[in-house]
């Protein structure tokens, strides 16, 4: 029997939590001896010890805000303004939660920047946090004070079942260790080889034909995921886990939905545990740094372990046979990246430990896999959207690489405007619209004009940004901001980006900006314009889309993106289309058949 996370948790930080209560109990009656020697009524010591704890967190928490604000004067700066909230924090929590749920990604914060500006503080349960939309800060974050955050403890013991130690989830000696061994394998060579993708793209590509033919609509982010999924697993390990083999889901309003759905075949099974992994862990962010609380018995625990069933044997065949191999005397092979080297292939020669390597492969499956399924739901939405950016997309594609061939490496660097429209996509939906560092010492963020002041950080604060909420910024990205228009990357417009680059971060900035944004970007392209020289139409298709997943009435009176969403977009450790994205599509006339 495993000891539930929540009580390790409590028993870990409740008792010096209840210390002050503790002390009372047993100082008061001598105190009180000393003042009052003949009558000391055992009711008050209790009374008193009760209310010692509660009493000793209001004070500290208000003494801690004091002294941060003496701190920031000290340093001739000031604290964010702070946001209004109830009961410790509890109140903001829920609202997290709540819009997490049900609401518009981000809707909660643009509350809070309309009422204290793009940058503020919050508490909750006396633990220190900022939330920013302000490129700068975000600059600084990232960047330029690089050595002042990290990652932190509180992210660590959130995405720490899911994510282990690797690349993403480390600081220090242990991340640069993990980035260096990696980032040799996403050299130019190694990424620009599209055969993995052709495979995969053409398998999912027929499938969605022969299901259009039969007269259903496809769900695009279903099938893109799997698209992913498939390369990814056979490009990381040089396996794939065959997640189009289990075929293409029906509209829940079909009967073949339940009756050709098979959630027990291996590849489901896997993609599930996949998804609800991250979806858990995403609800850990939204619950702070008591979320074991909420969860009690670790969640995330049971769909790691079905992750693992299937990327562990992999591993354990690769590390044997790095051992059979070193046996036998045959290590002169080169620890650089050879041609046909899986990712795992090449990671075994560095090291044979199979934490490491279980958590590093794990680590690039979800930075890469959703990320790229994420901006080509978007992607495709957007054409549904606007057949003028459609119509433009396909000539350059057609132009460029005719209705039948495979794209070349060559081919996606003269494509400007499919480059364009995948950043307009990346900018309006960023597969990572929130994240967070945490700062390892007091710091300052840089005055935003001259004559302003900066703005104090104090230590072991998290700082939540969000660039979905900067990439829709007015102010920063002209009038027009809320307007989907691939043109801004191509003409006088751009001009908002080479000033500030950092107002534009889909794969962020700085030393750990992705390693994987050019195989993402290829990626993108290649199944772009695979769909595309096949596909010549795309119509959403509400009549199939589950009603709980319909933008509800109201937002149609929003202005901008929100007011024109024909579905809900969801944020959890990547953003997504709540119950798919559902689509008729045309046959391209010139397409090859297949
Ligand atoms: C459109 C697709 C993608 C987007 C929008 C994206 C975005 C990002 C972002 C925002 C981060 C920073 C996360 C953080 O520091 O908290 C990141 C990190 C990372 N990404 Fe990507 N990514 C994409 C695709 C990929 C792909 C395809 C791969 C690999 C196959 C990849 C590998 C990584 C890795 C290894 C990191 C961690 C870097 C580090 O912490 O040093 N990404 N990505
Ligand atoms: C800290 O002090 C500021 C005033 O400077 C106040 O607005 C804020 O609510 C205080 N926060 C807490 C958690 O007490
Ligand atoms: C579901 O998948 C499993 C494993 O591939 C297979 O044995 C079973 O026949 C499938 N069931 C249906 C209803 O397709
Ligand atoms: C994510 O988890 C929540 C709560 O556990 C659940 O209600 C929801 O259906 C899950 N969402 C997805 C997309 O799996
Ligand atoms: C797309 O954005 C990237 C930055 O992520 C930039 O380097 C590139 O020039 C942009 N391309 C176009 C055509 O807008």
């Known amino acids: 029997m495993t000891i539930p996370i929540g009580l390790v948790h409590l028993l870990k930080h409740l008792p010096p939590k209840l210390a002050p209560s503790l002390v009372t109990y047993v100082a008061l009656p001598y105190g009180l001896r000393l003042l009052y020697p003949t009558h000391v009524s055992g009711l008050i010591i209790l009374l008193a010890s009760i209310i010692a704890s509660p009493l000793y967190l209001i004070i500290s928490t208000l003494y801690t805000n004091f002294s941060n604000r003496n701190a920031a004067a000290a340093n001739g700066a000031v604290m964010p303004p702070y946001i209004e909230a109830s009961w410790g924090g509890v109140s903001t929590i829920k609202a997290f939660v709540n819009n997490l749920k049900n609401g518009y990604p981000g809707d909660i914060f643009i509350e809070w920047c309309e009422k204290y500006g793009n940058t503020f503080s919050m508490t909750i349960f006396s633990q220190n946090g900022i939330f920013t939309t302000e490129p700068q800060y975000i600059k600084a974050i990232l960047a330029t004070q690089f050595d002042d955050f990290e990652k932190g403890p509180i992210t660590f013991s959130q995405m720490g079942t899911l994510l282990g130690t690797g690349v993403f989830n480390s600081d220090g000696d242990r991340w640069k260790f ?33 299901r259009l033919a039969a007269g259903y609509p496809i769900d695009f982010q279903d099938m893109v995921s799997r698209f992913t999924l498939d390369s990814a697993t056979e490009f990381l390990f040089g396996q ?27 590849a489901n099974v896997f993609a599930t545990a996949f998804t609800e992994g991250q979806n858990v862990t995403s609800l850990r962010q939204r619950y702070g740094i008591n979320w074991p609380l909420f969860e009690w018995n670790d969640r995330v625990l049971p769909h790691k372990t079905i992750v693992n069933r ?51 492969i794990l680590n690039i499956m979800i930075a890469g896999r959703d990320t790229t399924a994420c901006t080509l739901t978007f992607a495709v939405y ?21 209705p039948s061939r495979q794209p070349t490496h060559d081919d996606l660097r003269g494509m400007k405007y499919l480059r364009a429209f995948i950043n307009e996509t990346l900018r309006l939906y960023p597969a990572v619209p929130f994240n967070a560092r945490a700062s390892r010492h007091a710091t300052l963020l840089p005055a935003k004009a001259p004559g302003q002041k900066p703005f104090y950080i104090p230590p072991m604060t998290t700082a939540v940004y969000s660039v979905f909420l900067m990439h829709r910024r007015t102010d920063l990205w002209g009038s027009d901001a809320l307007k989907f228009d691939p043109d801004r990357f191509l003409d006088d417009r751009v001009e908002y980006i080479t000033k500030n680059p950092f107002i ?33 139409d795309f119509k959403l298709a509400p009549d199939v889309q589950p009603s709980w997943s319909k933008p509800p009435a109201d937002w149609a009176k929003c202005p901008g993106a929100k007011g024109k969403e024909k579905v809900i977009p969801g944020a959890h450790l990547t953003m997504y289309v709540k119950g798919g994205l559902w689509l008729r599509m045309e046959e391209a006339k010139n397409a090859e058949s297949t």
């Open 382 to 402: 957007m054409l549904a959207e606007n057949p003028h950016v459609l119509k433009r997309v396909r000539e350059e594609i057609l132009e460029v690489v005719g």
């Open 504 to 536: 534009f971060l889909p794969f962020n900035g700085g030393p750990r900006i992705c390693l994987g944004q050019q195989f993402a970007y290829h990626e993108s392209s290649f199944f772009l314009i695979r769909l595309l020289q096949r596909f010549s």
């Open 178 to 210: 993990h980035r260096s061994m990696t980032r040799p394998f996403f050299s130019k060579d190694r990424i620009s080889d599209f055969d993995v993708f052709g495979r995969h793209a053409d398998d999912a590509l027929t499938q969605t034909k022969a």
């Open 240 to 266: 794939d886990v065959r997640s189009l083999s289990a075929g293409l889901p029906y509209p829940s309003s079909s009967p073949l939905s339940i009756t050709s759905s098979n959630d027990s075949h291996p």
């Open 310 to 360: 299937f990327v562990d044997p992999i591993i354990s065949a690769a590390i044997a046979k790095h051992k059979a191999r070193v046996a036998v005397g045959d290590v002169a092979e080169s620890k650089e990246v050879q041609e046909e080297e899986t990712l795992l292939d090449y990671l075994v020669k560095i090291t044979q430990d199979h934490q490491t390597l279980q958590d590093e």
